[in-house]
């Protein structure tokens, strides 16, 4: 028997919403007759969207919230006033033990911070980290901190690498995924103090982590390894610039195809290739990243995205509920705790040997 899972909307959240949720939520429901939902936000303005998609409204619970978190908002400012929002409300429903996941399309600093306030850090954890998966030459591949942490030392990086190779495991469905440390550099004196030690932590402990070294920033798109961690600033810019250089080619693609006789003929020949390369790059399909090291399932969905592409982010929260993924990242993180008290024994032991 499969089990129902039910998932927590902010209703409120995004470029779009809440028409675009709405949608989103039958597209999902059409795909997983599993799901149930509690989607928060105006009910006046809910309700009269689910009468016009009927699958959705058959499964969803609309639970009134007055306020709502804008995407401009500061993290502090949605921390202090938005207690009675869309996106409090409906992270308090997986805290509460009503909801598996959450998912929301709103304001991203607002939604980490609400999220580690309420949901609160793993055992081990000492903060979160936002991951998800993207195309490569070799497949897809996993980078983590996207964003959550600007700066951060080695143990935050190691616990990254945990974290990221279970998300690999259960979203790529790959058995022992390869890890390394973004770099400047692949050789083992390049880098700054944290990646060093963090390196030199993954390469000589017992972590079941198929660590390889150091990767540089052309190894993302070329696939070298499963899993790439970086801090959130590094991490970021590498995935908007990833964006950005997808947007490009399209953008020259369409215009050389498009500007005389002899290209319209080559691309309507070439149309069937073509459809296939724009699928295989939408960016909805990719569509929600997990904010990992809670003690809860909380899915970021882009905040412009459509219909299709927060559907996904939908299915990804499921798929992670349904794997238990947070269960098998805390029995890692048990391991890593270990050998944190392992060094620790044996540095103590030399002290006092010396």
Do not use: W
Not at 102 to 128: D, E, F, H, Q
């Amino acid at each position: 028997m499969v089990n129902t899972v039910t998932v927590s909307i902010d209703g409120m959240g995004g470029d779009y919403a809440p028409g675009m949720i709405v949608e989103g939520v039958e597209l999902a429901c059409q795909k997983n007759k599993n799901i149930r939902f509690l989607i928060f936000g105006d009910a006046n303005i809910l309700q009269d969207l689910l009468t016009r998609h009927p699958k959705a409204q058959a499964v969803s619970e609309v639970r009134h919230a007055p306020d709502m978190i804008s995407m401009d908002d500061r993290p502090t400012t949605a921390l202090r006033s938005g207690k009675n929002s869309s996106m409090r409300l409906a992270i308090d429903a997986v805290k509460n033990n009503e909801a598996s996941a959450v998912v929301s399309a709103g304001n991203t600093g607002a939604l980490m911070a609400m999220a580690t306030i309420v949901l609160k850090m793993m055992p081990g954890i000492s903060r979160p980290a936002i991951v998800t998966s993207f195309p490569t030459q070799n497949g897809d591949c996993v980078m983590l901190d996207l964003g959550a942490n600007i700066e951060c030392d080695a143990n935050n990086l190691v616990q990254f690498a945990v974290m990221g190779e279970v998300f690999a495991r259960y979203e790529l469905d790959i058995d022992h995924p390869s890890v390394a440390i973004l770099n400047v550099g692949v050789e083992g004196l390049k880098g700054n103090v944290a990646v060093k030690e963090a390196a030199a932590i993954l390469k000589n402990s017992s972590l079941p982590v198929k660590f390889a070294g150091f990767v540089e920033g052309d190894d993302i798109g070329k696939g070298t390894v499963d899993v790439i961690v970086t801090d959130g600033f590094t991490g970021n810019i590498a995935l908007k610039t990833a964006e950005g250089t997808s947007n490009l080619i399209i953008f020259f693609l369409k215009k050389f195809l498009s500007d005389n006789l002899m290209g319209k003929i080559g691309a309507l020949i070439a149309r069937p290739a073509l459809n296939r390369f724009k699928s295989h790059f939408d960016p909805r399909r990719y569509n929600g990243a997990m904010l990992v090291g809670l003690n809860g399932i909380c899915v970021k969905s882009h905040g412009g995205t459509d219909p299709i592409g927060f559907a996904h982010a939908i299915e990804a929260g499921v798929k992670l509920v349904e794997q238990n993924f947070n269960k098998v990242i805390k029995q890692d993180l048990v391991k890593l705790t270990d050998v944190d008290q392992n060094k620790t024994l044996e540095s103590n032991t030399k002290k006092a040997l010396n």
